[in-house]
């Protein structure tokens, strides 16, 4: 897979390619129709299959805070596109000179001169440039003038219900884990490096691994059973704190998991974070006593969470194959 930043430096080889747009926030089984819908088209043409994204994503750019949850940061959804089929992923820097573009520049500016697109695959609700004037027919209407084909994308229907980014968010922020794994083809993830904190929960006894998550809101706020994979591969049962911890005052959105068991050293890491089921919203304690309570608590029932999937599990073991809880049987890591 090859990543390009920004249409300054894409280069004459890199002229040709069946293409894709859009956010892709999450990789939800909706995007993969699509990424598959464009990898069978690239093999048939013998072009790359690229998929174009954007940073900041639009809504973030116009709506600032007030912009729904990622549910991927950039570098997951990288990983994801590329798991799915992306060869070339192009992503364009959101600007004010790229949202005045109007459609026809867009087309123009982006699509022909900049990527020589062959075919173009987009959803038939598709809107672009300059207040969205841009849509599926421009596209249709340019597209023979330019050189290249345009398809719309075959909707994803779940229970009848179209699968989007939007879905999943309402799906997470009901705390329904096991429908959102259903949406997402697998469990809900926070992938991050584990960096140093306050050390509070060392102090409380329940170390935890703190992993930031930038300045934007998580699509999860409360308190998980979760599965971490550790960057050898092993999976260790955890509990995960997600949000702001009122009882000290937190400012960014943080995640804070404890591995119960585990004593090895994290610092520097990148882990991933499965969540499973929600145990409880956060809050804040009334002092440090009623919060080591109120953790101590949330490790029982965590540890009793993975000891009804299996009775031999005791903490401090890496999760056994045998007895993987049926979210991350049903929808492989």
Not at 37 to 65: C, H, K, N, S, Y
Not at 77 to 86: F, I, N, Q, S
Not at 135 to 151: I, S
Not at 296 to 318: E, L, M, T
Request: proline letters at 5%; hydrophobic letters at 40%.
């Amino acid at each position: 897979m090859e990543l390009i930043r920004g249409i300054h430096n894409l280069r004459a080889w890199h002229r040709g390619c069946v293409a894709t747009i859009g956010n892709f926030d999450g990789v939800h089984l909706g995007h993969q129709q699509i990424l598959q819908q464009v990898r069978e088209i690239a093999a048939r043409l013998r072009q790359p299959a690229t998929v174009m994204v954007f940073e900041p994503q639009p809504r973030e750019f116009f709506a600032g805070d007030q912009a729904p949850p990622r549910l991927n940061r950039f570098r997951e959804k990288v990983e994801r596109l590329t798991e799915y089929g992306a060869e070339r992923i192009v992503c364009l820097q959101f600007t004010n000179r790229l949202r005045r573009l109007t459609g026809e520049a867009f087309v123009n500016e982006v699509l022909v001169n900049g990527l020589g697109v062959r075919h173009l695959v987009v959803g038939d609700d598709f809107r672009f440039g300059c207040d969205r004037a841009g849509d599926f027919h421009l596209l249709e209407k340019m597209g023979p003038k330019h050189g290249f084909h345009v398809e719309h994308t075959h909707t994803f229907l779940l229970d009848e219900e179209r699968v989007s980014s939007t879905r999943v968010r309402t799906t997470l922020a009901s705390a329904n884990l096991a429908g959102a794994a259903r949406l997402l083809g697998r469990p809900y993830k926070i992938a991050s490096r584990v960096v140093h904190g306050q050390k509070l929960g060392r102090t409380l006894g329940v170390p935890t691994a703190n992993l930031l998550l930038g300045d934007r809101k998580p699509a999860l706020n409360g308190v998980f059973t979760v599965m971490v994979r550790l960057s050898n591969g092993l999976l260790w049962p955890g509990v995960a704190n997600i949000g702001l911890r009122p009882t000290v005052d937190g400012v960014l959105p943080a995640l804070e998991v404890h591995l119960p068991g585990f004593n090895a050293d994290l610092y520097g890491k990148r882990l991933e974070v499965f969540f499973l089921a929600k145990l409880r919203n956060e809050q804040k304690f009334d002092g440090l006593d009623a919060l080591k309570a109120g953790i101590s608590k949330d490790i029982q029932q965590a540890i009793h969470f993975f000891q009804r999937h299996d009775a031999n599990w005791q903490p401090g073991q890496a999760w056994l194959a045998t007895g993987v809880p049926p979210l991350l049987a049903t929808a492989p890591l």
